[in-house]
């Protein structure tokens, strides 16, 4: 008796925690806490029995130390080196030149590469080595990531469900039945019928889906938006070594200023004004150019280093920028940025300034701030913080971000590419690939602790730990096996059509709840025991459980990439109820005509 209150309780807090995900009432971190402080009570604190053992503390809290857990934190780390080094800015740069030719043929033709390139490698890397080429793409086009990161999960599903190697969902369920005795399944085996399935799939992931998800901006996409094309006034001063020595005008422009407007070369007491005709700089001009802030980052991060003209100005380490307003009645007010102190002050210094009412024709030497004006600094991190407390300019806190340290992108790269030719391969596990990547990005100090420690997402570890805990506690309750026998009882004597269609069905409900390869290691021995009693081939009824363990699309905790992409994307749990929802359904239709056809059923 006391069992069963157990499963019923369980089966209970699985219901609730759902719709309240659903509802997004509470925040994530707080529904998940909930899930497991609910089980904690029932299981450790009441005591009641999960079948024929009792769950400890340790047993409903071993989420957090959970492999695919630390995978997904650790390969986080990873793109973030890659972010923070700039080391993909190349190949997303060439994928936004061959998509600016036409964007929607462009972006489809992509994501029909990337659902290719996951039906031969594992999902988990291949979208981790996508996600910041697709977070390049989506800013170069202005739009929000959250417009093309749901997809690039759902594409790398769909393809790694056309072959055995394409998901560990696959070989899990294929490794069961090969067990069992009841079949061998080969590379291909299923491909024909999984293309079908995933065929009618993309088209809506890539057509229909982006028009159901809200475009959620974050801070960072905010600012591209707003102010991308803000133009900043900066000073570039021409001393003996520097890069610009000897670059010469050509047709009116400076061509390595890329991305900037000259607006003045002032060359002793004479000024050079636009168009700049045979004008070749030398040691001792002062250069005023116009750009954006993105343009300034990408000048201070190259090797170059047109921006600082000595290593004496660059600051120490690594560089952040931020922009500050001037404040109404700062003492800043009418004086030169020379005048302002910062650099003796708090160690940081003005690198440009922006106002919006005109744009001064002047050396920065000789424009007197005013209210209202942005100025955009660059120093080191504990030096931009400090800006805090000068009440003399407001900080924008959220336009802080550090400059791409170029010179250590070969190294990301290299770490990138032994992850995932270790992990492709098998060569060693996708945890142990993984860790070694963070630790490498950190040791070669391609990112600091603290530019790592922004990818731990709360959300994401809660809501891991409290899903991991709900299938815990519902396998060990029996729960999950009495209702798939139950529901399956009832359609033992129907004809084997309407058995394949029932089952993919609940497959895909539980694979949702439980994650995919829970619902594999599950269904597979149950599907086998149908055929058996239907006397028919076990092949039909395993590519069903492969299939449908694979339609992990209305969840964020369904499949490892759902979480990869959660936090990129700004998507909350109800996104993926919304978009992923559909996406079930269609493909559970689908299957329901061309399975039966294909095996002749």
Same mark, same amino acid.
């Not at 744009?359 to 080191?380: H, Q």
């Not at 860790?435 to 950190?442: I, K, P, W």
């Not at 600091?448 to 420690?453: D, K, M």
């Given at each position: 008796?006391?069992?069963?209150?157990?499963?019923?309780?369980?089966?209970?807090?699985?219901?609730?925690?759902?719709?309240?995900?659903?509802?997004?009432?509470?925040?994530?971190?707080?529904?998940?806490?909930?899930?497991?402080?609910?089980?904690?009570?029932?299981?450790?604190?009441?005591?009641?029995?999960?079948?024929?053992?009792?769950?400890?503390?340790?047993?409903?809290?071993?989420?957090?130390?959970?492999?695919?857990?630390?995978?997904?934190?650790?390969?986080?780390?990873?793109?973030?080196?890659?972010?923070?080094?700039?080391?993909?800015?190349?190949?997303?740069?060439?994928?936004?030149?061959?998509?600016?030719?036409?964007?929607?043929?462009?972006?489809?033709?992509?994501?029909?590469?990337?659902?290719?390139?996951?039906?031969?490698?594992?999902?988990?890397?291949?979208?981790?080595?996508?996600?910041?080429?697709?977070?390049?793409?989506?800013?170069?086009?202005?739009?929000?990531?959250?417009?093309?990161?749901?997809?690039?999960?759902?594409?790398?599903?769909?393809?790694?469900?056309?072959?055995?190697?394409?998901?560990?969902?696959?070989?899990?369920?294929?490794?069961?039945?090969?067990?069992?005795?009841?079949?061998?399944?080969?590379f291909f085996s299923f491909t024909p019928v999984a293309l079908m399935v995933a065929g009618v799939g993309l088209p809506y992931v890539l057509g229909v889906m982006p028009l159901l998800l809200q475009n959620r901006r974050s801070m960072a996409d905010a600012m591209r938006a707003g102010g991308g094309g803000k133009q900043f006034i900066a000073e570039i001063a021409i001393r003996a070594?520097?890069?610009?020595?000897?670059?010469?005008?050509?047709?009116?422009?400076?061509?390595?200023?890329?991305?900037?407007?000259?607006?003045?070369?002032?060359?002793?007491?004479?000024?050079?004004?636009?168009?700049?005709?045979? &004008?070749?700089?030398?040691?001792?001009?002062?250069? !005023? +150019? *116009? %750009?954006?802030?993105?343009?300034?980052?990408?000048? /201070? #991060? @190259?090797?170059?280093?047109?921006?600082?003209?000595?290593?004496?100005?660059?600051?120490?380490?690594?560089?952040?920028?931020?922009?500050?307003?001037?404040?109404?009645?700062?003492?800043?007010?009418?004086?030169?940025?020379?005048?302002?102190?910062?650099?003796?002050?708090?160690?940081?210094?003005?690198?440009?300034?922006?106002?919006?009412?005109?744009?001064?024709?002047?050396?920065?030497?000789?424009?007197?701030?005013?209210?209202?004006?942005?100025?955009?600094?660059?120093?080191?991190?504990?030096?931009?913080?400090?800006?805090?407390?000068?009440?003399?300019?407001?900080?924008?806190?959220?336009?802080?971000?550090?400059?791409?340290?170029?010179?250590?992108?070969?190294?990301?790269?290299?770490?990138?590419?032994?992850?995932? &030719?270790?992990?492709?391969?098998?060569?060693?596990? !996708? +945890? *142990? %690939?993984?860790?070694?990547?963070?630790?490498?990005? /950190? #040791? @070669?100090?391609?990112?600091?602790?603290?530019?790592?420690?922004?990818?731990?997402?709360?959300?994401?570890?809660?809501?891991?730990?409290?899903?991991?805990?709900?299938?815990?506690a519902l396998e060990a309750t029996g729960g999950a096996q009495i209702l798939a026998n139950g529901l399956l009882s009832v359609l033992v004597d129907a004809p084997p059509g309407v058995v394949m269609s029932a089952l993919f069905m609940i497959i895909a409900l539980t694979t949702n709840i439980l994650t995919n390869n829970a619902a594999a290691v599950l269904f597979t021995p149950i599907a086998v025991g149908l055929a058996a009693h239907?006397?028919?081939?076990?092949?039909?009824?395993?590519?069903?459980?492969?299939?449908?363990?694979?339609?992990?699309?209305?969840?964020?905790?369904?499949?490892?990439?759902?979480?990869?992409?959660?936090?990129?994307?700004?998507?909350?749990?109800?996104?993926?109820?919304?978009?992923?929802?559909?996406?079930?359904?269609?493909?559970?239709?689908?299957?329901?005509?061309?399975?039966?056809?294909?095996?002749?059923?």
């Amino acid at each position: 008796m006391e069992a069963e209150i157990a499963m019923v309780a369980t089966l209970l807090v699985i219901a609730v925690s759902t719709f309240l995900y659903a509802t997004e009432r509470y925040s994530i971190e707080a529904i998940s806490l909930g899930v497991l402080a609910a089980y904690v009570t029932i299981f450790v604190v009441i005591g009641l029995p999960a079948g024929d053992k009792a769950l400890t503390a340790g047993d409903l809290l071993s989420g957090f130390s959970n492999p695919g857990l630390i995978t997904i934190m650790a390969l986080l780390v990873v793109g973030q080196g890659l972010f923070h080094t700039d080391a993909l800015e190349r190949p997303a740069q060439a994928l936004v030149k061959w998509v600016a030719k036409d964007h929607r043929s462009g972006i489809t033709l992509s994501f029909i590469g990337i659902a290719t390139l996951s039906a031969f490698l594992n999902n988990t890397p291949v979208v981790v080595m996508f996600i910041p080429i697709i977070s390049a793409l989506a800013a170069a086009l202005k739009m929000p990531t959250s417009r093309y990161m749901m997809s690039l999960s759902f594409v790398t599903i769909l393809g790694g469900m056309t072959t055995l190697i394409g998901s560990s969902t696959n070989l899990l369920a294929a490794n069961v039945a090969r067990a069992s005795g009841a079949v061998d399944l080969s590379f291909f085996s299923f491909t024909p019928v999984a293309l079908m399935v995933a065929g009618v799939g993309l088209p809506y992931v890539l057509g229909v889906m982006p028009l159901l998800l809200q475009n959620r901006r974050s801070m960072a996409d905010a600012m591209r938006a707003g102010g991308g094309g803000k133009q900043f006034i900066a000073e570039i001063a021409i001393r003996a070594g520097h890069p610009l020595v000897g670059a010469t005008s050509t047709q009116g422009m400076f061509p390595q200023l890329k991305d900037m407007t000259v607006r003045l070369v002032q060359r002793g007491e004479r000024p050079h004004l636009p168009p700049f005709e045979n &004008v070749t700089l030398q040691p001792g001009d002062i250069v !005023i +150019v *116009a %750009a954006t802030r993105q343009a300034l980052e990408r000048a /201070l #991060a @190259t090797k170059s280093n047109v921006i600082r003209d000595s290593e004496e100005e660059r600051p120490p380490g690594v560089v952040t920028l931020a922009e500050a307003i001037v404040a109404p009645g700062s003492r800043l007010i009418g004086r030169t940025v020379a005048q302002s102190g910062f650099r003796g002050e708090v160690g940081c210094v003005v690198l440009a300034i922006e106002r919006r009412s005109r744009m001064p024709r002047m050396p920065m030497a000789d424009i007197r701030m005013e209210a209202g004006d942005v100025l955009l600094f660059a120093g080191p991190r504990k030096a931009i913080e400090e800006l805090r407390g000068n009440r003399d300019v407001l900080l924008i806190d959220w336009t802080a971000a550090d400059v791409p340290t170029r010179g250590r992108a070969p190294i990301a790269l290299a770490i990138f590419g032994c992850v995932i &030719v270790s992990a492709g391969t098998s060569l060693m596990p !996708i +945890v *142990a %690939a993984s860790l070694l990547g963070a630790f490498a990005m /950190l #040791a @070669t100090r391609c990112l600091n602790t603290r530019q790592a420690a922004r990818v731990v997402d709360g959300r994401i570890i809660l809501l891991v730990a409290s899903a991991i805990a709900s299938a815990t506690a519902l396998e060990a309750t029996g729960g999950a096996q009495i209702l798939a026998n139950g529901l399956l009882s009832v359609l033992v004597d129907a004809p084997p059509g309407v058995v394949m269609s029932a089952l993919f069905m609940i497959i895909a409900l539980t694979t949702n709840i439980l994650t995919n390869n829970a619902a594999a290691v599950l269904f597979t021995p149950i599907a086998v025991g149908l055929a058996a009693h239907l006397n028919l081939p076990a092949e039909p009824f395993v590519v069903t459980v492969i299939l449908a363990a694979n339609a992990s699309f209305a969840t964020p905790v369904a499949y490892q990439t759902n979480l990869l992409v959660m936090g990129p994307g700004h998507y909350r749990y109800r996104d993926f109820l919304i978009a992923g929802g559909p996406l079930v359904l269609l493909l559970w239709g689908t299957f329901s005509i061309v399975g039966p056809w294909w095996y002749g059923i």
